[in-house]
């Protein structure tokens, strides 16, 4: 299989120049996570399952090749239009080459669980930044549902993995608050005779459990004496084919919110974001720090809430974040911090210790990133403290994304506000979240170059 683009290709810097009066309505791609879980869902569902608003950005595609190479019929329809013909739970085929998630920790932690259903040997790998994350926290409980998984040192990729004939029932608390090992026990339960729970201390993501009930499965959830969610699937259902229409991605319109927010004349909405009340940390904490976001028509749409959000140039304040909203928001502290460095007053972010296995050590690039335009910033062990002085970050500086989207997005959106242009010295990790960034920020009137 190919070499993915980006681990040889030569890196595309970029520089965002301060800006004014951003305006206009846009739409933001569709959920990565809902993304990544229609089309795998789709693929262990017998029939066609028709799905609307897909991100056509690089991890999801990775995502469709890989069910594709399982033996799952995965066509384009129409932007965004996708059809899935599955081959039921635990129906897929032996892939007969090594399965490439690109940098995709959802795709390649929630195929694992996919995998997990199938008692053949399936062979992962993923960019140079998805094969230094960990991949024990889902070989672990997929170990003890009957996996065999053989990794490299610490559990990392390229590994491979044999599933069980039938997947073991089990019950799991998990370790670190992640959808994503939640979500790869339930897909490898779906295999499984009878009940099998996760119990989450801290509620993550609700995609999967929302969209396993859209195809016929059934999933409770009840509170343990502790607080705790237990989430519980019965095994081996049938699942019905269905119709799944995906929202915008909060955690993408989150970059054009704040850009709004933080340039002096603008006023941007951003239709058909979805507003899962797991995924709206971010909102809450800029609301806090006194920004003029309001949400219209909000409305339902495929058993998820989704609204038009309306940003407008604020004063924002500093504030301290709590460590119990970071699920609800974990891919949104690099945007947060840009935010909190034109800010007037010190904001403190406490809980982050897992930004540092995300697409990169979050934690150090985004105080790097922000020491590099002016802003002054430090990490603890698990927080992260931001001063800003109510002025403009000055801005001039390059930073290191690491081939990492989000630290990318965030700090072009700093550059907007600052008072010298601010580069990144790579973009292109951008396709894989939302690949017309550039373009859509400049149709609200942004500069790059
Ligand atoms: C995701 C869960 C989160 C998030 C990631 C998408 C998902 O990861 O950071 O971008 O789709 O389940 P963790 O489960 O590792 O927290």
Same mark, same amino acid.
């Given at each position: 299989?190919?070499?993915?683009?980006?681990?040889?290709?030569?890196?595309?810097?970029?520089?965002?120049?301060?800006?004014?009066?951003?305006?206009?309505r846009v739409r933001v791609?569709g959920d990565?996570?809902?993304?990544?879980?229609?089309?795998?869902?789709?693929?262990? $569902?017998?029939?066609?399952?028709?799905?609307?608003g897909?991100?056509?950005? %690089?991890?999801?595609?990775?995502?469709?090749?890989?069910?594709?190479?399982?033996?799952?019929?995965?066509?384009?329809?129409?932007?965004?239009?996708?059809?899935?013909?599955?081959?039921?739970?635990?129906?897929?085929?032996? +892939? %007969?080459?090594?399965?490439?998630?690109?940098?995709?920790? $959802?795709?390649?932690?929630?195929?694992?669980?996919?995998?997990?259903?199938?008692?053949?040997?399936?062979?992962?790998?993923?960019?140079?930044?998805?094969?230094?994350?960990?991949?024990?926290?889902?070989?672990?409980?997929?170990?003890?549902?009957?996996?065999?998984?053989?990794?490299?040192?610490?559990?990392?990729?390229?590994?491979?993995?044999?599933?069980?004939?039938? +997947?073991?029932?089990?019950?799991?608390?998990?370790?670190?608050?992640?959808?994503?090992?939640?979500?790869?026990?339930?897909?490898?339960?779906?295999?499984?005779?009878?009940?099998?729970?996760?119990?989450?201390?801290?509620?993550?993501? %609700?995609?999967?459990?929302?969209?396993?009930?859209?195809?016929?499965?059934?999933?409770?959830?009840?509170?343990?004496?502790?607080?705790?969610?237990?989430?519980?699937?019965?095994?081996?259902?049938?699942?019905?084919?269905?119709?799944?229409v995906v929202p915008g991605d909060p955690s993408s319109a989150a970059?054009p919110l704040?850009?709004?927010?933080?340039?002096?004349?603008?006023?941007v909405t951003v239709d058909g974001v979805g507003i899962n009340p797991l995924r709206t940390?971010l909102l809450e904490?800029l609301r806090?720090? *006194?920004a003029g976001i309001t949400l219209e028509n909000t409305r339902d749409e495929g058993g998820e809430p989704v609204a038009d959000l309306v940003a407008?140039?604020?004063?924002?304040?500093?504030?301290?974040?709590?460590?119990?909203?970071?699920?609800?928001?974990?891919?949104?502290?690099?945007?947060?911090?840009?935010?909190?460095?034109?800010?007037? *007053?010190?904001?403190?972010?406490?809980?982050?210790?897992?930004?540092?296995?995300?697409?990169?050590?979050?934690?150090?690039?985004?105080?790097?990133?922000?020491?590099?335009? *002016?802003?002054?910033?430090?990490?603890?062990?698990?927080?992260?403290?931001?001063?800003?002085?109510?002025?403009?970050?000055?801005?001039?500086?390059?930073?290191?994304?690491?081939?990492?989207?989000?630290?990318?997005?965030?700090?072009?959106?700093?550059?907007?506000?600052?008072?010298?242009?601010?580069?990144?010295?790579?973009?292109?990790?951008?396709?894989?979240?939302?690949?017309?960034?550039?373009?859509?920020?400049?149709?609200?009137?942004?500069?790059?170059?």
């Amino acid at each position: 299989m190919a070499t993915p683009a980006h681990d040889t290709a030569t890196p595309s810097p970029l520089g965002a120049a301060p800006a004014r009066n951003l305006r206009g309505r846009v739409r933001v791609p569709g959920d990565k996570s809902m993304s990544h879980r229609a089309l795998m869902l789709g693929a262990i $569902t017998v029939g066609a399952t028709e799905v609307t608003g897909l991100l056509e950005g %690089d991890d999801v595609l990775a995502t469709a090749r890989s069910l594709a190479a399982m033996g799952a019929t995965i066509e384009r329809t129409g932007p965004g239009a996708w059809r899935v013909h599955g081959r039921g739970v635990a129906g897929l085929a032996e +892939p %007969d080459d090594v399965l490439d998630l690109g940098n995709a920790g $959802t795709g390649a932690r929630l195929m694992l669980g996919i995998a997990a259903q199938h008692p053949f040997t399936a062979f992962f790998t993923g960019d140079a930044s998805l094969r230094r994350r960990p991949m024990g926290r889902v070989a672990t409980p997929l170990r003890a549902m009957g996996a065999r998984i053989v990794a490299r040192a610490g559990d990392r990729l390229p590994l491979a993995i044999t599933g069980a004939a039938e +997947p073991l029932p089990i019950a799991y608390r998990l370790p670190v608050p992640s959808a994503q090992i939640k979500s790869a026990i339930l897909l490898a339960a779906l295999a499984a005779p009878g009940a099998t729970s996760v119990i989450e201390p801290e509620p993550t993501r %609700d995609h999967t459990e929302r969209m396993l009930r859209h195809f016929g499965a059934e999933v409770n959830v009840t509170i343990e004496a502790d607080g705790a969610r237990r989430v519980t699937l019965i095994g081996q259902p049938e699942l019905r084919p269905a119709r799944l229409v995906v929202p915008g991605d909060p955690s993408s319109a989150a970059f054009p919110l704040v850009a709004a927010l933080i340039t002096p004349g603008s006023a941007v909405t951003v239709d058909g974001v979805g507003i899962n009340p797991l995924r709206t940390g971010l909102l809450e904490t800029l609301r806090a720090m *006194g920004a003029g976001i309001t949400l219209e028509n909000t409305r339902d749409e495929g058993g998820e809430p989704v609204a038009d959000l309306v940003a407008r140039s604020s004063a924002l304040r500093g504030v301290e974040v709590p460590a119990a909203r970071a699920p609800s928001m974990i891919d949104e502290y690099p945007v947060l911090a840009v935010a909190a460095a034109c800010a007037t *007053g010190t904001t403190v972010m406490h809980g982050l210790a897992e930004l540092k296995v995300k697409e990169s050590d979050r934690l150090a690039a985004i105080v790097a990133g922000l020491r590099a335009n *002016g802003v002054e910033a430090e990490a603890g062990a698990d927080s992260l403290t931001v001063v800003g002085t109510g002025a403009p970050p000055a801005g001039g500086g390059t930073v290191i994304t690491h081939f990492d989207h989000r630290i990318a997005m965030a700090f072009l959106v700093l550059g907007l506000a600052a008072r010298c242009a601010a580069r990144v010295d790579d973009t292109r990790a951008i396709a894989t979240s939302f690949p017309d960034f550039v373009p859509l920020m400049t149709g609200l009137g942004a500069t790059f170059a």
